[in-house]
């Protein structure tokens, strides 16, 4: 019997068809995208693989996407949802502090929520991670909730995992991650030079970083598969996912170059809008959960 039910926010990336499967509430990022003079409000809810593909077109061709924090209304909105709908103990993951302070709105949510259902015991975390590093917290969290975990063991588990996922992201085009305010325009002026390729990952306080640079695209899918032999995987939680921003070529390069080196099976899944928008079309990156910290502070 369960002891807790879980939401989160739609940039874990989990498809449609995965919130439904694993009985997950969410609450879609809404963004907008300017093409010319034309501006548009856009939600990250999509039911199709065509809508990913289409919004990486959008981008390639010129189109310009900002996205906003998740507010305090849009939590209030689901949890009152849950709380009608009589969930009393609810874990919320939110996306990494290092990139947004989403989980305080969550928090502050909770609180506007208990004065109409007192009863209500929710606790929301941050992930220290976000796209299906993300959703790795989430699906920690399936795993122990179906287990029947409380949800103080849970919590008590994914806040020492959280700090062990790594992440190898390999851009195709730093100015959307300068853009953001993810790097510096420094780092990305590095990028655009001919052929350099900057590997990025997450420091331990949950920002981006540029750790080093490659000369070649093959070169620098080699220095981040090697990396995969820096780490050992966690055997509770096993999860590597590779997720790319409409690349699916080179993410099933990458797919393939793991399993050959190491004989591990690999995910791989497109990146929705709210993270795409960050990082721009032709990127790949891959997570997974280890048993030791990330190496750069």
Do not use: W
Not at 130 to 142: Q, S
Not at 152 to 179: G, M, P, S, Y
């Amino acid at each position: 019997m369960r002891k807790f039910e879980i939401s989160t926010d739609s940039t874990c990336d989990f498809y449609a068809d995965e919130y439904v499967k694993y009985d997950v509430a969410f609450a879609p990022l809404e963004y907008n995208i300017t093409t010319g003079d034309k501006l548009e409000i856009e939600y990250d809810n999509y039911t199709k693989y065509e809508q990913y593909v289409d919004f990486y077109n959008r981008l390639r061709n010129g189109s310009i996407a900002k996205t906003s924090i998740l507010n305090v209304q849009a939590h209030v909105d689901m949890f009152t949802k849950l709380a009608k709908a009589g969930v009393k103990q609810l874990l919320h993951i939110s996306q990494g502090y290092g990139l947004s302070p989403t989980v305080d709105n969550a928090n502050a949510a909770i609180e506007i929520v208990k004065k109409d259902f007192p009863d209500i015991d929710y606790v929301a975390i941050e992930s220290d991670t976000t796209t299906r590093g993300e959703g790795f917290i989430v699906k920690a969290a399936i795993k122990m909730r179906d287990e029947g975990k409380t949800k103080e063991e849970a919590v008590e588990v994914l806040n020492n995992i959280k700090h062990h996922i790594q992440h190898f992201i390999l851009a195709n085009d730093l100015k959307f991650l300068a853009r953001g305010g993810r790097i510096s325009k420094a780092a990305a002026n590095i990028g655009s030079l001919l052929q350099v390729k900057p590997i990025i990952e997450f420091g331990r306080d949950g920002k981006l970083k540029v750790c080093r640079k490659e000369i070649g695209l093959n070169k620098a899918l080699k220095s981040i598969v090697n990396d995969f032999g820096n780490f050992t995987l966690n055997k509770d939680f096993p999860y590597i996912g590779i997720v790319h921003t409409d690349n699916e070529p080179l993410a099933l390069k990458l797919r393939d170059m793991l399993k050959e080196k190491y004989g591990v099976e690999a995910e791989v899944y497109i990146m929705g809008p709210i993270i795409g928008a960050h990082v721009g079309p032709g990127a790949v990156a891959y997570a997974f959960i280890s048993n030791e910290d990330r190496p750069y502070e």
